[in-house]
């Protein structure tokens, strides 16, 4: 997937999705595969035009456990979902000041060159979230430019897929329901962090990631996935908490291999899909007692991870 950074006019006549693409779930595959169609059909290049930081972050000040793809997860999901190209604009506050008709004219006619503009039913967009699909048509036709607006995804007959669907699914724990929506995994992918060393003792060793603050987190509890090491799936159970046991404070992904030690090192950054959850983190009278308690969870994890194969 190519990049045009945002200061830079795209090469060629191009066929733009726009969006905050938060999770890059089934809505916005859709929209990529509509624009991917049409950019072939006009010998035209493809665009998924983003923002960071996400709009509702800086119009709403949301700071804390809001995105479902945080940092380059987002382009990892693009990538994923077909786009062959990203641009994404930095969404200041200036930015955000923008009317829909100067951000029509400045990003999608000068600067993308834009033959075509995909978007959904609900697009809204430019300051205060005036422009509609409406303002965007009315811009379009007298310049030429095909306008073309997805009909939505449906998850069930009363919900369309949403970012904020995703959110409440995973806050609520419900993984399932999540995948369901996003047509994949929800994943979490940091540097690894030093432990403290006490997996070693208590016959677990685990590996440590941190995610960012801002991503929206499944409550604590031990959870069954997949840790990806250099692109390379490994079965896994991973506890997501503060381990009570040892009195802990800052919450960490804390991943145990099913096969065997994982080879990777501090700062190396790994990537965990997440694929069920087995019970809620607990705090235990004794080491030991959390060590049989974590050789079932390992039995639990191994048996819903043959159930469901890892997918990219
Ligand atoms: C599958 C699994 C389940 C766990 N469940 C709990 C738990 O319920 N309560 C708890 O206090 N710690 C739990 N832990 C965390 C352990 O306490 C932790 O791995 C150990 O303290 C090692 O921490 P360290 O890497 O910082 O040395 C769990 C760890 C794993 C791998
Ligand atoms: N279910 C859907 N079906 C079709 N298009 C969608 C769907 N959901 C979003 N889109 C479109 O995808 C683009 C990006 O949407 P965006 O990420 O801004 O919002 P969203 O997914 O609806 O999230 P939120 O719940 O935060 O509003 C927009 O053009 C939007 O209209």
């Keep these: 997937m190519k990049k045009l950074p945002p200061d830079q006019t795209a090469p060629r006549p191009s066929v733009v999705t726009i969006g905050s693409f938060d999770g890059v779930h089934r809505g916005h595959q859709a929209?990529?595969?509509?624009a991917l169609e049409r950019a072939r059909k006009r010998d035209a290049d493809m665009w998924v035009m983003t923002f960071d930081p996400h709009p509702a972050m800086v119009l709403r000040g949301i700071r804390?456990?809001?995105l479902i793809t945080p940092g380059v997860l987002k382009e990892i999901y693009l990538d994923r979902a077909g786009a062959l190209g990203v641009t994404v604009i930095p969404f200041t506050?200036?930015?955000?000041?923008?009317?829909?008709?100067?951000?029509?004219?400045?990003?999608?006619?000068?600067r993308m060159q834009a033959v075509a503009v995909v978007v959904g039913?609900?697009?809204?967009?430019?300051?205060?979230?005036?422009?509609?699909?409406?303002?965007?048509?009315e811009w379009a036709a007298p310049r030429g430019i095909e306008v073309v607006v997805k009909e939505p995804i449906q998850i069930n007959p009363n919900r369309a897929a949403s970012s904020s669907s995703v959110r409440e699914a995973i806050t609520a724990?419900?993984?399932d329901a999540a995948e369901a929506v996003l047509g994949h995994a929800f994943s979490v992918q940091s540097p690894i962090q030093r432990g403290?060393?006490?997996?070693?003792?208590?016959?677990f060793r685990t590996l440590n990631l941190v995610p960012p603050a801002e991503q929206v987190m499944p409550p604590f509890g031990v959870y069954a996935g997949y840790v990806l090491i250099e692109s390379r799936p490994i079965p896994a159970v991973a506890n997501w908490g503060i381990r009570p046991t040892f009195g802990g404070e800052d919450p960490v992904l804390e991943i145990h291999g099913l096969d065997g030690p994982?080879?990777?090192?501090?700062?190396?950054?790994a990537r965990f899909d997440f694929v069920g959850f087995i019970r809620e983190e607990r705090r235990f009278p004794s080491p030991d007692a959390l060590t049989d308690q974590i050789r079932r969870d390992v039995d639990q994890a191994r048996r819903m991870l043959a159930e469901k194969p890892?997918?990219?």
Excluded: C
Aim: without cysteine.
């Design 196 to 203: 403290e060393q006490r997996g070693r003792a208590l016959g």
């Design 310 to 312: 890892w997918r990219r």
């Design 93 to 110: 506050p200036a930015f955000s000041h923008l009317s829909a008709e100067d951000f029509l004219e400045r990003e999608i006619r000068q």
């Design 262 to 269: 994982l080879q990777a090192s501090y700062g190396d950054v």
């Design 121 to 137: 039913f609900n697009f809204t967009f430019g300051a205060r979230g005036l422009g509609t699909v409406t303002t965007l048509q």
């Design 31 to 34: 929209l990529i595969q509509e």
């Design 173 to 175: 724990g419900q993984l």
């Design 64 to 66: 804390h456990r809001f």
